[in-house]
T-cell receptor, first 114, second 113 residues
Framework: GENVEQHPSTLSVQEGDSAVIKCTYSDSASNYFPWYKQELGKGPQLIID?????GEKKDQRIAVTLNKTAKHFSLHITETQPEDSAVYFC?????????????FGKGTLLTVNP | EAQVTQNPRYLITVTGKKLTVTCSQN?????MSWYRQDPGLGLRQIYY???????DKGDVPEGYKVSRKEKRNFPLILESPSPNQTSLYFC????????????FGPGTRLTVL
């Protein structure tokens, strides 16, 4: 089955700096790659996603890049703010079939220091 | 407001006492799923359902049951809970048309003593 590796497990940055989180996946049939933000006491919330027919997607301060050949994708947050502090999860989903299961990375705890 | 709700949010119980965690979504989604989240292991799928009366096992189904009698509801049942089922549980739903975004509930923190 699919395996998703996520690095780093913890990341501490100063407010205003950029943060980058990287993930690799194993299943070449995966074609959907969402990123979730999880704040304390809440469920994961989708912040951005990318499909395998696109190499890059941007939404204000957040961007995701995908390299299908190397099977890795990354989350980039620019001009970080204290409210960006949370746990971030990458995930991958296989195309086709009846299960919309997401295979998650183990998460990155991002701390943005004021 | 589009949302997935779960109840209870917190539950402490004892080994062997049957319990049910409810999940409901108001988005008319066909697909629903349960995950458990454990430190160092991320989120792992327990069961999923493609539609009413259609359910199947995920990666870690042992010790759990589910049912899908109505489209909006997908309860998780622990017939005889054990301490290794102490975890944070999330229900999720996805529309099978459109973006395929998966929406998560707020979580249920279960402790089995």
């Amino acid at each position: 089955g699919e395996n998703v590796e996520q690095h780093p497990s913890t990341l501490s940055v100063q407010e205003g700096d950029s943060a980058v989180i990287k993930c690799t996946y194993s299943d070449s049939a995966s074609n959907y790659f969402p990123w979730y933000k999880q704040e304390l006491g809440k469920g994961p919330q989708l912040i951005i996603d990318i499909r395998s027919n696109v190499g890059e997607k941007k939404d204000q301060r957040i961007a995701v890049t995908l390299n299908k050949t190397a099977k890795h994708f990354s989350l980039h947050i620019t001009e970080t703010q204290p409210e960006d502090s949370a746990v971030y999860f990458c995930a991958a989903r296989r195309g086709g079939g009846s299960n919309y299961k997401l295979t998650f990375g183990k998460g990155t705890l991002l701390t943005v220091n004021p | 407001e589009a949302q997935v709700t779960q109840n209870p949010r917190y539950l402490i119980t004892v080994t062997g006492k049957k319990l049910t965690v409810t999940c409901s979504q108001n988005m008319n989604h066909e697909y629903m799923s349960w995950y458990r989240q454990d430190p160092g292991l991320g989120l792992r799928q327990i069961y999923y359902s493609m539609n009413v009366e259609v359910t199947d096992k995920g990666d870690v189904p042992e010790g759990y049951k589910v049912s899908r009698k109505e489209k909006r509801n997908f309860p998780l049942i622990l017939e005889s809970p054990s301490p290794n089922q102490t975890s944070l549980y999330f229900c999720a739903s996805t529309g099978t048309s459109g973006t395929g975004e998966q929406f998560f509930g707020p979580g249920t923190r279960l402790t089995v003593l």
